[in-house]
């Protein structure tokens, strides 16, 4: 009888444990999904796809950020001039800028140097013929 219950508690500590195992996978996975390597977005019926080449971005290093930008027949956005502007919602330790240029027909690069771990918002400002159009991300960053 003492035995029997003694192993249903361990079989309960058991299911408790691998409960809380998944409960830690599970969040750890909608952290990585709130903030994917590669992030699409369309505004205006321009489409962003913004990417990191490291991910998470390393904090005090440069971190390859690329937008490809096309229209809405698939087709490149050239000689657009984009710019990011990288902050932390919440915080005060404060923006960072950096340009991308156009390394090949509606591809833009530039790097990001996050200052800290954390999640930053990445604000890209797309300027074409007078008129901009603002795409924002989050990019984790860690050591
Ligand atoms: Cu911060």
């Known amino acids: 009888m003492n035995s029997r219950k003694k192993l249903t508690t361990a079989s309960t500590t058991a299911v408790l444990a691998a409960a809380a195992v998944i409960a830690v996978i599970r969040a750890q996975a909608g952290a990585a999904e709130a903030t994917p390597p590669v992030v699409t977005q369309t505004v205006e ?19 390859a950020f690329t ?7 698939g087709l490149p956005v050239v ?8 902050s932390m919602p919440s915080m005060l330790c404060g923006d960072a800028a950096f340009d991308l240029k156009e390394v090949s027909p509606g591809v833009y690069e530039g790097e990001m140097i996050p200052i800290m771990t954390g999640i930053w918002e990445a604000t890209v400002t ?4 007078g008129s901009s159009t603002t795409f924002t991300r989050k990019v984790k960053a860690e050591r």
């Open 45 to 63: 019926g321009m489409n962003a796809q913004i990417k990191l080449g490291t991910y998470p971005a390393k904090i005090l290093q440069n971190n």
């Open 67 to 73: 937008v490809t930008l096309t229209d809405q027949d």
């Open 79 to 86: 000689d657009s001039k984009l710019d990011v502007v990288l």
């Open 126 to 129: 797309a300027e074409l013929d």
